[in-house]
């Protein structure tokens, strides 16, 4: 299902999005990009490996329980004209896992895709390129988590298939292709090494996606990293890949 979902609806989408995007700029409904930059570069007029850090800085203090003080109001009329987000995060729908907080940033600062299993789908990548193609957004970080209810699910299917209720089936089958190895490997700490494996395999589908984003890392001006949320502690540790 999945690769026939990226055959089939990926391409004719983000031709759409951008046919779309190209259209209102035209006419006027969306400003040029940077329209609203004042003398100074915007936030994400920065590296790769700078957002990165200042990612990984923020969930420092997050873990440590020392966020840094927010005024919410301030900037608020600023970001009403514009966002610069230094990040895009492609993470999970669970409950426990917010990347705002996790990372300590505030409104305008991160773009967040969030869907049960933080695989890619058709309007998941469109919303990347988005980020990318727009927003001029120098990261992106697919986002996993410990004890995450999706693979479980996808553990349990490819070990003992069985019918699943409503739509979960659609997020399995998704899901399957990413953690179906380590499944078959066995071993100890199978959902942690299917955490890790699923992570690893969107972030090479995100990496190569065509046109958008795979131009932008060829080019440096965008990284995509993986990572995994530690529900315990309340640490990321970004994937070596």
Not at 23 to 29: E, M, N, Q, S
Not at 96 to 115: K, N, S, Y
Request: include cysteine.
């Amino acid at each position: 299902m999945c690769d026939q979902l990226t055959r089939d609806h990926v391409v004719p989408s983000r031709r759409r999005f951008l046919e779309a995007g190209l259209g209102l700029l035209a006419l006027g409904f969306l400003p040029p990009l940077n329209a609203y930059a004042d003398a100074s570069p915007p936030q994400n007029a920065i590296s790769p490996d700078a957002a990165l850090r200042r990612l990984m800085q923020g969930n420092a203090r997050y873990a440590a329980n020392q966020l840094g003080a927010k005024d919410f109001s301030s900037g608020r009329a600023a970001r009403a004209k514009a966002q610069y987000p230094i990040a895009a995060i492609l993470g999970c729908a669970d409950s426990r896992v917010a990347p705002e907080l996790v990372f300590d940033q505030g409104p305008g600062d991160i773009f967040v895709i969030r869907t049960a299993g933080n695989y890619l789908s058709a309007d998941g990548l469109a919303s990347l390129e988005y980020a990318v193609g727009v927003l001029k957004t120098p990261l992106i970080m697919v986002l996993g988590h410990s004890e995450c209810g999706a693979i479980k699910a996808t553990i349990n299917e490819i070990k003992q298939p069985a019918p699943l209720p409503g739509h979960i089936w659609d997020i399995v089958d998704a899901v399957r292709p990413g953690v179906a190895t380590a499944v078959g490997a066995g071993g100890t700490d199978m959902l942690a090494k299917a955490i890790g494996a699923n992570v690893d395999y969107n972030v090479l589908r995100v990496a190569s996606a065509q046109p958008v984003i795979s131009e932008a890392v060829r080019s440096g001006s965008v990284k995509v990293v993986g990572a995994v949320y530690e529900l315990a502690t309340g640490k990321v540790l970004v994937r070596q890949t």
